[in-house]
């Protein structure tokens, strides 16, 4: 998270699971902590700043497990994502070039629910 404020609040519902001492915490920029970290993920969630679904893309695909899964948070953006697109909004242009690189990713099998803003469902083969 890049949000200092929430670390805390954060960590006190994590230290009250059984699974507390299990979860690490990392504040700051994903595109500069993910690449540095060594593991593998079963399970990525993926709602951020849209601007950079391609590049959280990008950066955690080779980090995902076979059978893996990444939920994809606000994949329909509120319908903007079948309007026509307006030139300036970066974040609906962001978001149809993440749900095309799922799409065409030949690793992956995607389904998207369209439950209020839409939630993508991705599993490594």
Do not use: C
């Not at 950079?52 to 076979?66: A, H």
């Not at 939920?71 to 978001?95: H, M, Q, R, Y």
């Amino acid at each position: 998270d890049v949000n200092e404020e929430l670390f805390d609040f954060q960590r006190k519902y994590f230290d009250k699971s059984v699974y507390g001492n299990q979860i690490t915490q990392h504040l700051g920029d994903a595109l500069n902590i993910i690449p540095e970290l060594d593991v593998m993920f079963d399970l990525i969630f993926i709602d951020a700043d849209k601007d950079n679904y391609p590049n959280y893309y990008n950066i955690i695909v080779d980090k995902l497990n076979s059978g893996g899964v990444i939920l994809s948070d606000n994949v329909l953006w509120s319908g903007k994502v079948i309007e026509s697109l307006d030139a300036k909004d970066t974040s609906t242009k962001a978001l149809l070039e993440y749900n095309s690189l799922l799409k065409e990713d030949p690793r992956l099998d995607t389904v998207i629910l369209p439950i209020r803003d839409g939630l993508t469902i991705s599993r490594k083969r």
